[in-house]
């Protein structure tokens, strides 16, 4: 499984970002799949997940702001950023869990500032 993110880039508070990510490999579908982040100085954290059932969660901070989504035939997880905060810059990661086997792709950068 190779994983590609891509949709970072600088903004200004208040704006919107969607971030994508991209699976190469097979049976998406039966994967969990993840947003996380980390920012400078800071552990990396979960923003959101979305489960195969397309059911998901989200870190508080990001409740009501972020949306996560998932195109099982585009084999596409995406992120809806609105009303990004200063605070939300970070190095932003996709994860692809299947039982205990994790998949990480490279990042993409987000940097909100005005």
């Known amino acids: 499984v190779q994983l590609v993110e891509s949709g970072g880039r600088s903004v200004q508070p208040g704006g919107s970002l969607r971030l994508s990510c991209l699976f190469y490999?097979?049976?998406?579908?039966?994967?969990?799949m993840g947003w996380y982040r980390q920012a400078p100085g800071k552990q990396r954290e979960l923003v959101a997940t979305?489960?195969?059932?397309?059911?998901?969660n989200y870190a508080d901070s990001v409740k009501g702001r972020f949306t996560i989504s998932r195109d099982n035939t585009q084999k596409t997880v995406y992120l809806q950023m609105n009303s990004l905060k200063p605070e939300d810059t970070a190095l932003y990661y996709c994860?692809?869990?299947?039982?205990?086997?994790?998949?990480w792709g490279q990042g993409t950068l987000v940097t909100v500032s005005s």
């Open positions: 490999g097979v049976d998406f579908s039966t994967y969990t």
């Open positions: 994860r692809a869990a299947l039982g205990d086997v994790l998949n």
């Open positions: 979305i489960f195969t059932d397309r059911s998901t």
